[in-house]
């Protein structure tokens, strides 16, 4: 059983430039979570999806930044007009459920870079 | 909303040795405390996990105690090892909410021959 599959594992981008960071949760898994790690930082949540629906995003920022999770396919965060700001590692989770004490399986992250 | 706050930053151990993590939180209504590690280029790995219905959870070397009233919790490893070197992060969750985690900071663990 494959875990949480996460590419591209390294991503450049110059300043202005778009990001697109993707997520296969785990078989079976429909909750998926996506956090961001800055160099010597723990996770700070961004956004929680469940198929077609965006549950939570009280993490993500107002501008630039946006999620989704499709009836087919992975997640997808996508982040607009990069800036050296957003150079993190980006990591996503994902569950069977969303409450609970369902655990969250990780990803091995993006780490994105901006030049 | 929720703050977790972990110490020490650093802790270098002898093999053999024990060491202890200590996390705060601030949300009376957390009631799930898991504890991840976190290998240089890796994902964080969910090692143990405690329910606020506990006050203490063992899993061979691994243990980790809560306090409810004091909103304390630590990770304790015993018997040190080499592969026990990594970043630990302790986190907070309240399932009756949300389902996003709060993390600590981490703990940058290294066990030393």
């Known amino acids: 059983n494959a875990g949480v599959m996460q590419n591209p594992r390294h991503l450049v981008r110059r300043r202005g430039q778009e990001a697109r960071l993707r997520c296969s949760p785990m078989?079976?898994?429909?909750?998926v979570y996506w956090y961001r790690q800055l160099p010597e930082e723990g996770l700070k949540f961004m956004v929680y999806?469940?198929?077609?629906?965006?549950?939570?995003e009280s993490g993500m920022p107002k501008e630039r930044f946006s999620a989704e999770f499709p009836k087919e396919g992975p997640s997808i965060l996508r982040i607009q007009q990069v800036v050296r700001g957003d150079s993190a590692a980006y990591f996503c989770a994902s569950s069977t459920g969303g409450g609970g004490y369902n655990e969250q399986f990780f990803g091995p992250g993006t780490r994105l870079t901006v030049l | 909303g929720e703050n977790v706050e972990q110490h020490p930053s650093t802790l270098s151990v002898q093999e053999g040795d024990s060491a202890v993590i200590k996390c705060t939180y601030s949300d009376s209504a957390s009631n799930y405390f898991p504890w991840y590690k976190q290998e240089l280029g890796k994902g964080p790995q969910l090692i143990i996990d405690i329910r606020s219905n506990v006050g203490e959870k063992k899993d061979q070397r691994i243990a980790v105690t809560l306090n409810k009233t004091a909103k304390h919790f630590s990770l304790h490893i015993t018997e040190t090892q080499p592969e026990d070197s990594a970043v630990y992060f302790c986190a907070a969750r309240a399932t009756g909410t949300a389902s996003k985690l709060t993390f600590g900071t981490g703990t940058r663990l290294q066990v030393t021959l």
């Open positions: 078989k079976g898994h429909s909750h």
């Open positions: 999806l469940q198929k077609e629906n965006i549950i939570d």
